[in-house]
């Protein structure tokens, strides 16, 4: 595939069908789906979900913190953050107990790098800090998804990962933290084994990766 057809194929905003055809899927795995205009909608409806003085972790996303809903989390005081606690802990000798602070603060908010027409959630880490919250150790967690990240199956979100969204995530951390990124976890979440745990804001715009 060329490279104008695949920056096409990954950037591009799925139609109103495909998200309603994905939010169908998602709901059938015991997902709670809405379909929200843009990043906006979003931010506020992330504010209502979240009581005021939830423990909560963000995930690592440029969505997030393109939308402003990192910084409503970790910088309003409307919330216990967990980033904002770890940050602030001795990573010589309490590493332990920062580790088990992310693993399961009462609600991680985050992303995922795709969402599949068959109703998965596909995410990818370089280190996994987000993935046990993720995948069931946190007893909330929303996700907001842009509307590019729709693919039709696991191989095509396999590859909007390694094609698309890796190169992204590398450059920012070169220019952040001055070290390469790598995909050294990925995690796939078929269904929701608790109905209502996990949430779904889907846009219909693209934001992030």
Not at 62 to 70: A, F, K
Not at 179 to 197: F, I, K, Q, T, Y
Request: proline content about 5%.
């Amino acid at each position: 595939m060329n490279t104008p057809a695949l920056s096409t194929l990954f950037t591009e905003a799925a139609p109103a069908e495909r998200l309603e055809r994905v939010a169908t899927a998602l709901r059938a795995n015991n997902f709670a789906v809405e379909i929200l205009d843009d990043a906006a909608a979003a931010r506020a409806r992330v504010q209502e979900l979240i009581p005021e003085g939830t423990t909560v972790l963000t995930g690592a996303s440029e969505t997030l913190r393109l939308s402003g809903i990192d910084e409503d989390i970790n910088s309003s005081g409307r919330f216990e953050s967990v980033r904002a606690r770890t940050l602030a802990m001795d990573r010589a000798t309490q590493m332990a107990e920062i580790w088990q602070l992310i693993a399961c603060p009462d609600v991680i908010v985050g992303s995922v790098s795709a969402v599949t027409e068959t109703g998965s959630l596909v995410a990818a880490s370089a280190s996994g800090s987000q993935l046990a919250a993720y995948a069931g150790a946190a007893p909330r967690v929303i996700w907001v998804v842009g509307a590019q990240k729709v693919v039709p199956d696991l191989d095509t979100a396999l590859r909007r990962i390694e094609d698309h969204c890796l190169p992204l995530e590398n450059e920012r951390c070169l220019e952040t933290y001055k070290v390469p990124s790598a995909l050294n976890r990925l995690l796939v979440l078929n269904a929701e084994p608790h109905p209502g745990r996990g949430t779904v804001l889907l846009l219909r715009e693209a934001i992030g990766f």
